[in-house]
T-cell receptor, first 113, second 115 residues
Framework: GENVEQHPSTLSVQEGDSAVIKCTYSDSASNYFPWYKQELGKGPQLIIDIRSNVGEKKDQRIAVTLNKTAKHFSLHITETQPEDSAVYFCAASLSSNTGKLIFGQGTTLQVKP | EAGVTQSPTHLIKTRGQQATLRCSPISGHTSVYWYQQALGLGLQFLLWYDEGEERNRGNFPPRFSGRQFPNYSSELNVNALELEDSALYLC??????????????FGPGTRLTVL
């Protein structure tokens, strides 16, 4: 069935270091992979996404890579700042016709000043 | 531009009652999605509405239902509330361009507590 595994569940880094969160999906028909950041008491905020016809995408300090063969994708945050501290969720969507995002279990990122 | 709005922010009900949650999408978005975020269970897909019709449904019992209005706003109804329905209910919206639906943008959620 459809499943997204996310690791690690918690991640603590020093300010300025890089953080990497990894996700693996089960359904090879998945073609859209967004990443969300959720701060305490708020809804998830879309921070970056990638589609299956692209291997890598970058937006300032955030980058996402996709390996379709291995069915995994990763979020890379460089030069981390305390305001990056939040819960990060990866997700996968089968296609545009399901409307359904399958979410990973989340990674709590703590950036220590 | 205003984002997705949800009301109420918090809702407290007792077991067996009914709850109604409301969502207004981003202007120009025709699709509304509902997700449940229960403690320890991550975000689970509930329902997808587009152009007033239910397009897809997650693995939830029939007592979870909803509808989408002509102005594209939506409401989620939960009947016969159970303790395990306590969760943050998130609404998201997206636009439809060509043959693809686009990114889903989430609202702040409604915190439902069932006593």
């Amino acid at each position: 069935g459809e499943n997204v595994e996310q690791h690690p569940s918690t991640l603590s880094v020093q300010e300025g270091d890089s953080a990497v969160i990894k996700c693996t999906y089960s359904d090879s028909a998945s073609n859209y992979f967004p990443w969300y950041k959720q701060e305490l008491g708020k809804g998830p905020q879309l921070i970056i996404d990638i589609r299956s016809n692209v291997g890598e995408k970058k937006d300032q300090r955030i980058a996402v890579t996709l390996n379709k063969t291995a069915k995994h994708f990763s979020l890379h945050i460089t030069e981390t700042q305390p305001e990056d501290s939040a819960v990060y969720f990866c997700a996968a969507s089968l296609s545009s016709n399901t409307g359904k995002l399958i979410f990973g279990q989340g990674t709590t990122l703590q950036v220590k000043p | 531009e205003a984002g997705v709005t949800q009301s109420p922010t918090h809702l407290i009900k007792t077991r067996g009652q009914q709850a109604t949650l409301r969502c207004s999408p981003i202007s120009g978005h025709t699709s509304v999605y509902w997700y449940q975020q229960a403690l320890g269970l991550g975000l689970q897909f509930l329902l997808w509405y587009d152009e007033g019709e239910e397009r897809n449904r997650g693995n939830f019992p029939p007592r979870f239902s909803g509808r989408q209005f002509p102005n594209y706003s939506s409401e989620l109804n939960v009947n016969a509330l159970e303790l395990e329905d306590s969760a943050l209910y998130l609404c998201a919206s997206s636009s439809y361009i060509g043959a693809a639906y686009n990114e889903q943008f989430f609202g702040p959620g409604t915190r439902l507590t069932v006593l």
